[in-house]
């Protein structure tokens, strides 16, 4: 059953709702959001990233997934692992690994870091929260099984009154979400984002399409304006050159079409966190700050931070 624990009053969240969807509207329609996927595509490897912010969260984080911001609050999913996913010797009933166990959470909380409300969603095996997604009224949430070809329920979260609805299903694990502001459309990826799926807002399929990128496998996905989003993720490398168990993380950014569902541009990102996690391991999103790209991450689990980082040698011209 989907439970739902609310730590602030609601009176006092309909008005800083209500702020945010102001200021999220006219952001959505300012120069910044303009030029964001031109300054994107000056990234490079040699573009020099410095932290301008380390914000510690005062609550456990368990291993989070997506991130936006509204206004002056983030709205963050995570997955609270109770029991992992072991895989198979062989794939059984077409399953790779056992479904595990855990809470899928949306957690809301201030730019000190202190949680404001922590909302529990998905039912039984499904738990696992991905990307989400807001569309101006809903923060779209996908919650799928721990594990590759499985299912998912996709929510939509009113940010006002913060009542869960169940949009709609799918027989896939969608592990991220977008709301196309132009087309009205939902964009989706699977586990490891090697397919994107498209949908309306009720849930009817339009469209299914292979991801010809294999660079990385996003994990959090933003709109960016201009009918185009922003995807952060890693992929896992094997590490030879030591007796390191652990692989290596390679991290990147992808600038995505989101009508043509092709990558327009991508790039490593290599700073690190500090439990040693590629910066776009899970949720991730940028904003433009001025000549430059300013990006957000949470890529540690459980005891974690908001790092923010902005870009020095953009030298974007007007």
Request: charged share 25%; proline share 4%; hydrophobic share 35%.
């Amino acid at each position: 059953m989907r439970k739902i624990v609310f730590t602030v009053t609601a009176t006092l969240l309909i008005g800083v709702a209500s702020t945010a969807l102001a200021m999220h509207q006219s952001n959505s329609i300012s120069a910044k959001e303009q030029i964001l996927d031109d300054q994107f595509q000056q990234l490079s490897r040699n573009t020099k990233w410095q932290q301008k912010e380390k914000i510690h969260l005062q609550f456990n984080a368990y291993h989070p997934q997506g991130m936006t911001r509204i206004g002056d609050l983030y709205y963050m999913s995570s997955v609270e692992i109770i029991e992992k996913p072991v895989k198979y010797d062989q794939p059984r009933d077409g399953y790779d690994r056992t479904p595990g166990k855990g809470v899928g959470h949306l957690f809301v909380f201030n730019k000190e870091g202190k949680l404001l409300k922590d909302i529990q969603l998905g039912e039984g095996m499904i738990y696992h929260p991905g990307g989400i997604a807001f569309d101006g009224k809903y923060i779209w949430v996908p919650v799928a099984e721990y594990r590759p070809n499985s299912h998912s329920i996709i929510y939509k979260v009113n940010y006002e009154t913060m009542k869960v609805e169940e949009a709609f299903r799918v027989n896939d694990h969608i592990g991220g979400m977008v709301h196309d502001a132009q087309s009205g459309k939902l964009i989706g990826v699977s586990w490891g984002s090697r397919k994107f799926y498209e949908w309306d807002e009720k849930g009817q399929q339009m469209r299914v399409k292979v991801n010809s990128s294999h660079f990385i496998d996003y994990q959090d996905c933003e709109g960016v304006g201009q009918g185009k989003m922003v995807c952060g993720g890693i992929s896992e490398l094997p590490n030879p050159a030591t007796e390191y168990t652990k692989p290596y993380e390679l991290g990147g950014l992808a600038l995505i079409d989101m009508k043509k569902l092709n990558t327009i541009h991508e790039v490593p990102f290599m700073e690190f966190s500090p439990q040693g996690h590629v910066m776009t391991r899970n949720p991730v999103f940028l904003e433009n700050a001025g000549d430059e790209l300013r990006l957000y991450a949470v890529p540690d689990d459980d005891d974690a931070y908001l790092l923010v980082y902005e870009t020095t040698n953009l030298n974007y011209k007007k």
